[in-house]
């Protein structure tokens, strides 16, 4: 239920790299925290869904264009999450479910890039939650890459993932509550 903003941005900070002529040495990218979040959905007594994010999230983004891969580093601060109804909210904080006096960060390591005619498709690293650490893949739906007025380069993506919450010892609500979280990150770079 963690890792936004950074691992979109790192997604598309790597695939413009990777994809602009001439740009061979690593290059590393600052995560927007207005454009950089993590979102779930998981379904609720199978009547409806739980919406809610993540964010802004905190890391950074390496794209190394000559080796066709990079490192993104995502930290997600897990009593951030908001649904809309902070009572809810508190109630995910809790031990049996986010734990987030435990664990008030959750990370996101990858290493392993995925490319199609230049175009990022996807990453794979490890996911760690409430102690807990994961391999977990992101497809890239969407990546971006623009050059403003002053010159800086800025990337977003957006990527998405599932995975299991009783993987990671959030077990609380199962079956009624769903085990499986669909993860949508949003993310947005500037190369520094």
Same mark, same amino acid.
């Given at each position: 239920?963690? #890792?936004d903003? +950074? %691992? ?5 900070? *790597?695939?413009?790299l990777?994809?602009?002529? &001439?740009?061979?040495?690593? +290059? ?5 925290? @207005? ?6 959905e *998981?379904?609720? #007594?199978? /009547?409806? /869904?739980i919406?809610g994010? #993540? $964010?802004p ?10 080796a066709g891969g &990079? ?9 951030s999450?908001?649904? $809309? =109804?902070?009572? #809810?909210? +508190? ?5 049996? !479910? ?6 008030p960060? %959750?990370?996101f ?8 005619? &230049?175009? !990022?498709t996807? =990453?794979? &690293? @490890?996911?760690?939650?409430?102690g807990?650490?994961?391999? =977990?893949?992101?497809?890239a ?8 007025? @002053?010159g800086s380069?800025?990337? $977003? +993506? ?9 993987t990671?010892g959030?077990?609380?609500? *199962?079956?009624?509550?769903?085990d /499986?979280?669909? *993860?949508?990150v ?7």
């Amino acid at each position: 239920m963690t #890792f936004d903003r +950074a %691992a979109a941005v790192a997604l598309a900070a *790597l695939a413009t790299l990777v994809s602009m002529p &001439g740009a061979a040495q690593p +290059a590393t990218y600052v995560l927007d925290p @207005e454009r950089s979040f993590v979102h779930f959905e *998981l379904l609720h #007594f199978n /009547t409806s /869904t739980i919406r809610g994010r #993540f $964010g802004p999230l905190q890391g950074a983004v390496v794209l190394d264009p000559a080796a066709g891969g &990079g490192e993104i580093s995502l930290r997600i601060n897990t009593a951030s999450v908001d649904t $809309g =109804l902070k009572i #809810f909210d +508190a109630r995910l904080r809790r031990d049996d !479910l986010l734990a987030s006096d435990a664990y008030p960060e %959750a990370f996101f390591v990858a290493r392993q890039f995925s490319f199609e005619g &230049g175009q !990022l498709t996807g =990453l794979r &690293g @490890e996911f760690t939650w409430r102690g807990v650490s994961q391999p =977990l893949s992101f497809r890239a739906t969407r990546f971006a890459c623009r050059v403003d007025v @002053e010159g800086s380069q800025t990337c $977003g +993506a957006d990527l998405q993932a599932e995975l299991l919450r009783s993987t990671f010892g959030a077990t609380f609500g *199962l079956p009624l509550v769903a085990d /499986t979280v669909r *993860l949508v990150v949003q993310v947005q770079g500037t190369r520094r």
